[in-house]
């Protein structure tokens, strides 16, 4: 079984930064793969950032170059700075790990950007 636990989410003004975090626990494989989605209310969720099976990064359009992933392996962590925050990008942020055909998902950490 995986666990992941997001963290890092709150309320900033625009043009802030925040910096989430997620830590997976449990039965890792060296072949996951981890990124990050969002979901806004009354939309579905999207990918933001992910790491693709090759280690390459991918990004959604609306975040690329404000939003940066990265990964740190002996922790099982990945990350998500997230810079020159907008109002549009307000949504729950969820961590998502892929391994042996199965998905596994965080709780979500909640990102409000408002004045």
């Known amino acids: 079984q995986v666990q992941l636990a997001e963290s890092g989410g709150g309320l900033v003004q625009p043009g802030g930064s925040l910096r989430l975090s997620c830590a997976a626990s449990g039965s890792i494989f060296s072949s996951a793969v981890m990124g990050w989605y969002r979901q806004a209310p009354g939309k579905q969720r999207e990918l933001v950032a992910s790491f693709t099976r090759s280690g390459m990064t991918s990004y959604a359009d609306s975040v690329r170059g404000r939003f940066t992933i990265s990964r740190d392996n002996a922790k099982n962590a990945i990350y998500l700075q997230m810079n020159s925050l907008k109002p549009e990008d307000t949504a729950v942020y969820y961590c998502?790990?892929?391994?042996?055909?199965?998905?596994?998902w965080g709780q979500g950490t909640q990102v409000t950007v408002s004045s």
């Open positions: 998502r790990l892929t391994q042996l055909d199965a998905t596994y």
